[in-house]
């Protein structure tokens, strides 16, 4: 849906979404941009004595004649993320921040003194700054952005996030290294054959085959420029992109996709948490994963339709599954998805959706702080005296006694 009102005016409703989801500053900076600092709370120009961000891209004279999307990350180690409205002269900014993609610490704190000789008198300013710093991930929060300003001007629609890494040791002004200039530079050729690297990979993947998707991954990620020397911002986003990309390869096959998201998501977890030296490894690490997890979990003996019945119940795990309501989904008969399940998995389909709905709880207890009868209900467990007799059946214990020890 699209609003016909200014985006100034809109602003307001947009910082208040903002602050609501991300706990996050936004300001609207206009020329001839007095209030400038609070684009990072005057930290820069008190500790830096250099020039703004938005001061900066303002003087970039390409940049104002399009509707453009930034995400900026600082060498001072916090993001910033800008909307560039294009005006008759100077442009507007939205400007978001600052903030991290994860809790400052004492560590990261000495790192940053060291590197950019900040005096021991400033301490004190560091330490209050970076921990009052909110945490959001800027993908998800430039999204959210993109979203917002597309309902009041289109042609934010397709102004899809760009990177930007600057460093004030290095230079003074701003060291642009953007996705898409990255891309751009590759002739049809060089993509071409990236592309085909990609494939080949893929395909050693979806067979399972270690070695050969292994020495294919190296192939790709060599053509790329991904080896030790890479900016870790961008190396980061290459073992996002092959966890993602082996995520969409694998969720084509019959692994089961339980198997397969458990395996993304402790991925995720990894990257988002891994040294520079531990990210060089984990590209290779998630190819011999995922192509394990084909050797080990692949059904083949399974038909398409009974593995769409156990793909279709994982996902609707919470819900009412009974067998007319699954066959009616596949447009079958109840007694012909029933018989065929059994005949090829030796177990009912009541007794494999009991066992997945137990199995849901576990994983409930495991990882977050529910309550027994709230596990049971996000399980699909509507009689809880039920579920305590079904747990205790499968687990050797009631689900009190199980949470117990998992709090332990």
């Known amino acids: 849906m699209l609003f016909s009102v200014p985006i100034k005016e809109a602003f307001p409703f947009i910082r208040q979404i903002i602050s609501d989801a991300y706990m996050t500053d ?14 990072d709370r005057g930290f820069r120009s008190l500790l830096l004595q250099k020039e703004d ?10 940049m104002i004649r399009e509707h453009r999307l930034f995400i900026i990350y600082s060498a001072l180690e916090f993001y910033n993320i800008i909307a560039l409205l294009p005006c008759e002269s100077t442009p507007d900014f939205i400007c978001l921040g600052p903030f991290r993609d994860r809790q400052i610490t004492d560590q990261d704190l000495i790192r940053i003194v060291q590197a950019h000789h900040f005096p021991v008198k400033h301490q004190d300013v560091l330490r209050r700054f970076y921990y009052s710093l909110p945490t959001a991930d800027p993908q998800n929060m430039a999204s959210t952005l993109r979203h917002l300003l597309s309902a009041f001007l289109p042609e934010f629609e397709k102004a899809y996030p760009e990177y930007i890494s600057f460093s ?9 290294s953007s996705i898409d200039d990255y891309v751009a530079s590759f002739s049809a050729d060089q993509a071409e054959v990236c592309c085909r690297h990609l494939e080949d990979f893929g395909f050693a993947l979806l067979r399972g085959k270690t070695e050969e998707a292994s020495d294919k991954l190296k192939l790709l990620l060599d053509y790329i420029g991904c080896r030790p020397g890479i ?13 993602s990309f082996c995520l969409s390869r ?3 096959t019959q692994v089961h996709p339980v198997f397969i998201m458990k395996c993304y998501l402790t991925y995720e977890y990894r990257i988002e948490t891994a040294e ?15 192509c394990l997890m084909v050797k080990n979990h692949s059904l083949p003996e399974y038909s398409s339709l009974v593995c769409n019945i156990m793909n279709y119940v994982s996902a609707h795990i919470s819900e009412d599954l009974n067998l007319s309501a699954i066959a009616d989904y596949f447009h079958k008969n109840p007694a012909y998805i029933s018989g065929r399940f059994r005949r090829e998995t030796t177990q009912s389909l009541t007794d494999f959706i009991q066992k997945e709905r137990i199995q849901s709880a576990i994983q409930y207890f495991n990882t977050t702080n529910m309550s027994v009868a709230e596990v049971a209900g996000n399980a699909g467990f509507q009689d809880f005296a039920y579920f305590s007799r079904i747990f205790k059946k ?4 009631s689900p009190s006694e199980y949470k117990r020890m998992v709090n332990r």
């Open 26 to 39: 936004a300001w609207y900076l206009s020329a001839p941009y007095t209030d400038l600092d609070k684009a």
């Open 53 to 62: 961000i938005a001061s900066l891209l303002a003087k970039s004279q390409n």
């Open 168 to 176: 004030q040791k290095q230079n003074p002004r701003l060291s642009f």
């Open 231 to 243: 900016l870790p911002q961008q190396l980061h986003k290459a073992a996002c992109f092959l966890n």
């Open 250 to 252: 694998m969720l084509a």
């Open 276 to 290: 520079y030296q531990q990210l060089l490894r984990l590209p290779y690490e998630i190819c011999r994963k995922y």
């Open 394 to 397: 499968h687990v050797g214990c």
